[in-house]
């Protein structure tokens, strides 16, 4: 079967760094996504990974390593407005889509 | 420009009803999904179109009708629906299908449903 495991909660203070994990084991791997998600709102995209290492876009890194079955998602900085879910999706092989794991709930306090 | 539009965005319908969920996106994206997510939940794959043809439905009851008239729009036909089917339906488009290179996909804002 199909399994992306991210942890449940996690939660931090402002302007910390937190690190949210997301191992996959999947029948095929075609590259890994992050979204965000704010409580009723709709998943935004957040990065793209289908090579090994890590990815930069101003406060979020996303990093792959293809080989454990491993992603992580690198907030720095972090702000109040990133308390959201990050949702980790991988996309096994051509024509299929998104599998989605359960999503991590981020808290960050003051 | 990456958006992606749902049109209602709350619906509350009777078992017996029948009602349409409505998405448009007009960045030229030929690949159009509907997702179903549950409170607390990851979104839920229901249908692809590709190139304005269904190209995935992961199993869904018969009672969820997809339509795709055109590349920019894809509705979701709902008939007979149960209080289960209560969720926020979602609709995403990406440049390609799925398995290009370029499918990243953009998420609409949603329709609230609750079926009573």
């Known amino acids: 079967g199909q399994n992306i495991d991210q942890p449940t909660e996690m939660t931090a203070t402002e302007g910390a760094i937190v690190q949210i994990n997301c191992t996959y084991q999947?029948?095929?791997?075609?590259?890994l996504f992050w979204y965000q998600q704010h409580a009723g709102e709709a998943p935004t995209f957040l990065s793209y990974?289908?090579?090994?290492g890590l990815e930069e876009k101003g406060r979020f890194s996303s990093f792959l390593s293809r080989s454990k079955g491993y992603s992580y998602l690198l907030l720095k900085e972090l702000q109040m407005k990133d308390s959201a879910s990050y949702l980790c999706a991988v996309r096994r092989q051509a024509g299929t889509a998104l599998i989605f794991g359960k999503g991590t709930t981020l808290s960050v306090s003051s | 420009d990456t958006e992606v539009t749902q049109t209602p965005k709350h619906l509350v319908m009777g078992m017996t009803n029948k009602k349409s969920l409505k998405c448009e996106q007009h960045m030229g994206h030929r690949a159009m999904y509907w997702y179903k997510q549950k409170a607390k939940k990851p979104p839920e794959l229901m249908f692809v179109?590709?190139?304005?043809?269904?190209?995935i439905n992961e199993s869904v009851p018969s009672r969820f009708s997809p339509e795709c008239p055109n590349s920019s729009l894809l509705n979701l036909h709902l008939h007979a629906l149960q209080p289960e089917d209560s969720a926020l339906y979602l609709c995403?488009?990406?440049?390609?299908?799925?398995?290009?290179?370029?499918?990243?996909?953009?998420f609409g804002p949603g329709t609230r449903l609750l079926v009573l």
């Open positions: 990974n289908v090579l090994d």
């Open positions: 179109y590709s190139y304005e043809k269904l190209s």
């Open positions: 995403a488009s990406s440049q390609a299908p799925p398995g290009g290179s370029q499918e990243t996909q953009y």
């Open positions: 999947t029948s095929g791997f075609n590259g």
